[in-house]
């Protein structure tokens, strides 16, 4: 979870792929703590997080830093090779 004065980073896109309402998450920063994430998927490539992947504490969305969500209505879209996963 941010803390007080960092900056968004703007100009990707994720992908949700999973979830762990147990997951805690700690911004070593300034020592905040959070528990229940979003496994994701980001578009900045393998290079980022954790082979592409990493995890999105619940707060972001409930706090409305994270915008513009979609959902896949449909099982066949997924296997489009449109969305890189």
């Known amino acids: 979870y941010p803390c007080p004065g960092e900056q968004a980073q703007w100009g990707h896109a994720i992908v949700a792929v999973g979830y762990d309402d147990e997951m805690k998450i700690k911004n070593l920063k300034c020592k905040k703590e959070t528990t229940g994430a979003l496994l994701i998927r980001n578009s900045w490539g393998w290079d980022w997080g954790d082979k ?3 995890w999105l504490p619940y ?3 409930l706090n409305e830093l994270a915008l ?3 959902s896949l209505l449909e099982m066949k879209w997924v296997d ?3 969305f890189g996963l």
């Open 68 to 70: 513009d969500f979609w």
């Open 52 to 54: 592409g992947y990493g």
């Open 59 to 61: 707060d972001y969305v």
């Open 80 to 82: 489009t090779k449109q």
